[in-house]
């Protein structure tokens, strides 16, 4: 009793009446209505917007008229983008794009690592570098020309080709460091008798009669 005397007399003070249970629910049921019709004029704006959006996507379909197609095929692409074995694909390619970052830097360090030693060794970085730069475009220039695929058609690079070549480079390299001995007529004459330069000159003698009829057939 002396707690409801006190709050009337405070109300009385304060000049207001205190608010009733059910004032209180009109009041909250007045703003809840307010809220809903906010959501109701947003819902009128939605039929309009989606049958403008129909509209549009109507006159693209007219223009195009390979609607059906495109839906077929974008259905098509979707159904093999989610078969089994396409997922793991796609999930080991993206494990790889989320490892690369590691990788190059992995690759910087060993780039790193290999020109701090050949900088040891005094080797001059910058003008390795230029020069693979200029090998590699003389490559690709000589790559362009037509006689470049002539000679790889060719049976320039057939293992008998290649046997020989090595066999003439190895007889070029171990003499390349000694001084020939001075061989006149008579002693050329004389050599002829030892078997290996009668079998290396019928070998030349057998090339340059080769390449003799082929200069011929060529015109």
Known sequence: MALKEATTVMSERSGSQPASPMARIEARLERIEAMLSRYDELAQQVPPMAAMAGDIADEFATRDGRMDERLGQLLLLSERLTRPPVLRALTVAVEQVEAAPGLFAMMGDIFDELARAAEAQGVDL????SNLGEAI????????KPEVRELLESEMFSPGAIQTLSTVASALSENAHTEPPRVGMWGALGALRDPDVQRAVGFAVKIAKDVGSSMNEQG
């Open 126 to 129: 910058h003008e390795m570098t």
């Open 137 to 144: 475009r003389g490559l690709v220039l000589l790559a362009a």
